[in-house]
T-cell receptor, first 115, second 114 residues
Framework: DARVTQTPRHKVTEMGQEVTMRCQPI?????VFWYRQTMMQGLELLAY????????DSGMPKDRFSAEMPDATLATLKIQPSEPRDSAVYFC?????????????FGDGTRLSIL | KNEVEQSPQNLTAQEGEFITINCSYS?????LHWLQQHPGGGIVSLFM???GKKKHGRLIATINIQEKHSSLHITASHPRDSAVYIC????????????????FGKGTKLSVKP
């Protein structure tokens, strides 16, 4: 079965360090989403791409977070500089959008701990 | 007030029981998703529906667009059904300037005892 692949699965680093999370969407999918999950907030949308163009990144702290799609097979989420409050599980999901409502396929997530 | 409300927050059942999890939302939507998050953290999409009812194995999802309400039912529950079940809606218009993103409920944690 085709799957969304996220790397790394786990990341522990010190505050102030740059963190890069990567996502390989399912081949042929034209939308990519980045979500963050914390105990307090639950799942939150950070960024949303369609056909590699960013459509919505309003959920992302712009001063330290950036999301890009260098090509159709790779999405990246970067945090620089990282802070302890960024500790969370970051999920990537992809889907094929052809109208209203489409299923999203989630990756296994990157568990990030900022010390 | 959250745009997506789930109830109950926690649910404990005995194996074999019929389970219902509810989801109410306050925004216009184009679709509603039910997701399952396993204790290990992985998320699986169970259903996507915009009207009526869908069934897959022992799982049934219904939605009432007029009442802005959806239910997820599990028949003959089993300990392996223990997970967090998350309702998410896709906004139907320019809600918050974001078309296509999901708005999540806080989840219902289900524990099925043998």
């Amino acid at each position: 079965d085709a799957r969304v692949t996220q790397t790394p699965r786990h990341k522990v680093t010190e505050m102030g360090q740059e963190v890069t999370m990567r996502c390989q969407p399912i081949l042929g999918h034209n939308t990519v989403f980045w979500y963050r999950q914390t105990m307090m907030q639950g799942l939150e949308l950070l960024a949303y791409f369609r056909n590699r163009a960013p459509l919505d990144d309003s959920g992302m702290p712009k001063d330290r977070f950036s999301a890009e799609m260098p090509d159709a097979t790779l999405a990246t989420l970067k945090i620089q500089p990282s802070e302890p409050r960024d500790s969370a599980v970051y999920f990537c999901a992809s889907g094929l959008e052809g109208g209203g409502g489409f299923p999203q396929h989630f990756g296994d997530g990157t568990r990030l701990s900022i010390l | 007030k959250n745009e997506v409300e789930q109830s109950p927050q926690n649910l404990t059942a005995q194996e074999g029981e019929f389970i219902t999890i509810n989801c109410s939302y306050s925004v216009g939507i184009s679709a509603l998703h039910w997701l399952q998050q396993h204790p290990g953290g992985g998320i699986v999409s169970l259903f996507m529906l915009s009207s009526g009812k869908k069934k897959h194995g022992r799982l049934i999802a219904t939605i009432n667009i007029q009442e802005k309400h959806s239910s997820l039912h599990i028949t003959a529950s089993h300990p392996r059904d223990s997970a967090v079940y998350i309702c998410a809606v896709r906004s139907g218009g320019n809600y918050g300037g974001s078309q296509g993103n999901l708005i999540f409920g806080k989840g219902t944690k289900l524990s099925v005892k043998p």
